[in-house]
């Protein structure tokens, strides 16, 4: 089969090579000894993390030369007794590795059907995104009807699913953006207001009334505003650090106007509790059908551009959802 192998780590630019190589074996995966799905994968999500691993900066640091890829769309080839899909279904599904290859290896309990509202495009884009902003909106973040949600990156990956998700439970949205492109983006996706990166959006927010919660896939100098930002109970969340520094935060900020910071570890969480995936993976799945969620897919690239897709990540001009389509 073909894939893509990252085989040094150089950098998104000369880190990744297409090769033909064995199709995986149903216990090959990454997270588990037992048998999995085999999946005929249609297409690839590209994320943060596949750029780190082409520098040997994530914490998931597999013995070169190996495949990258997190999550998959694509239709099942087989499956082990008792699982929930069956061969020919459509499915989504987590990899951890191995999904930027034309057949991928996925657990049982991380595969889902895909929706039949989605494509494969959009299918490639739901486990990873949007299990994560639900699980920071309603597990960490504690979200209620009416509430005010503050996202940055707003028109990426993570900030688009975040504004989707907490548009459907019944959140007023701002989306924080660098651009007019950025902002269509953010409004597609459902933002109430959309303010400027550039701009004074601390005071802007606060005009509005302030948030309740501010979901925070960036990090770096921006976090203590997003703080001066929130409403007295309000809840700061942080999911990542994609502008690459790590904040740091002065806790007397907390006791004086009584906020909070919670992280949102997705992985570190819900990968230890399957059945907590799976209840995930139904209420994102009511979302869908209910049309208030739908993925929003940016570039798509060719399995053989897996490294343009990296660079465009990696120059943070990405928009929604960047896959790779395989088949």
Do not use: C
């Not at 630019?13 to 297409?18: D, F, M, P």
């Not at 769309?73 to 599904?93: E, K, L, Q, W």
């Not at 290896?105 to 595969?111: G, L």
Request: hydrophobic residues 45%; glycine residues 12%; proline residues 5%.
């Amino acid at each position: 089969m073909r894939a893509v192998q990252i085989t040094q780590l150089t950098g998104p630019e000369t880190a990744t090579q297409l090769v033909d190589v064995p199709e995986p074996a149903a216990r090959s995966h990454h997270l588990s000894s037992d048998e999995g799905v085999v999946i005929d994968v249609a297409a690839a999500g590209v994320s943060f993390p596949e750029v780190l691993q082409t520098r040997g900066a994530y914490q998931i640091k597999p013995e070169l030369p190996f495949i990258p890829g997190s999550e998959v769309s694509g239709i099942v080839r087989s499956a082990p007794a008792g699982a929930a899909v069956r061969p020919g279904d459509r499915v989504t599904a987590l990899t951890a590795l191995g999904g930027f290859a034309e057949v991928a290896v996925a657990p049982v309990p991380f595969t889902f059907a895909l929706p039949a509202q989605l494509d494969f495009r959009q299918g490639a884009g739901l486990i990873l995104n949007y299990h994560t902003v639900y699980f920071a909106l309603v597990t960490r973040g504690r979200l209620h009807r009416g509430e005010t949600v503050l996202v940055h990156g707003a028109a990426g990956g993570v900030g688009t699913a975040a504004l989707q998700v907490a548009k459907a439970l019944g959140a007023r949205t701002i989306a924080v953006v660098s651009t007019d492109a950025k902002e269509e983006v953010a409004r597609r996706a459902g933002a109430d207001h959309v303010l400027r990166s550039s701009g004074d959006w601390r005071e802007e927010t606060k005009a509005l009334g302030g948030a309740d919660i501010v979901l925070d896939p960036v990090g770096g100098d921006r976090f203590v505003d997003s703080l001066r930002a929130l409403r007295t109970g309000g809840r700061a969340l942080v999911v990542g650090f994609t502008e690459g520094s790590i904040p740091t935060v002065k806790v007397n900020r907390l006791l004086l106007s009584n906020i909070e910071v919670a992280g949102a570890g997705w992985g570190a969480y819900a990968l230890s509790r399957p059945e907590y995936m799976r209840d995930t993976a139904g209420a994102i799945a009511r979302l869908i059908e209910a049309g208030t969620v739908a993925p929003i897919v940016g570039a798509a690239f060719p399995l053989k551009d897996a490294a343009d897709a990296l660079k465009l990540i990696d120059a943070r001009v990405a928009t929604g959802k960047v896959v790779l389509e395989v088949r």
